[in-house]
Nanobody, 119 residues
């Protein structure tokens, strides 16, 4: 059973920053597309940021310029640096690892970490 472990969530005021981390001891992140997703109450889970094995990144329009996804291969950890946080960023944030190998798709999710933006 592959486990992705997220950490770094919490309660911050609007305009503040948080850094989320996602780590695993079972898979090598550098060969996966890694992504951060979030799900707010009553809403569907949405993609926030992704980074491919080649290092290409992509962001949701709502977080461009504020969030940065990165990967530290030496620590097998993916980060999401979140700056200028807004109340609408409040959600449970999930880490996802995905990889296509021949005809098989490998997808793993973390358990989620709560991010709350409130004054």
């Amino acid at each position: 059973q592959v486990q992705l472990v997220e950490s770094g969530g919490g309660l911050v005021q609007p305009g503040g920053s948080l850094r989320l981390s996602c780590a695993s001891s079972e898979i090598i992140f550098s060969i996966y597309t890694m992504g951060w997703y979030r799900q707010a109450p009553g809403k569907q889970r949405e993609s926030v940021a992704t980074i491919t094995s080649d290092g290409n990144t992509d962001y949701a329009d709502s977080v461009k310029g504020r969030f940065t996804i990165s990967r530290d291969s030496s620590k097998n950890t993916v980060y999401l640096q979140m700056n200028s946080l807004k109340p609408e960023d409040t959600a449970v944030y999930y880490c996802k690892a995905s990889r296509q190998l021949f005809s098989r798709q490998y997808v793993y999710w973390g358990q989620g970490t709560q991010v709350t933006i409130s004054s």
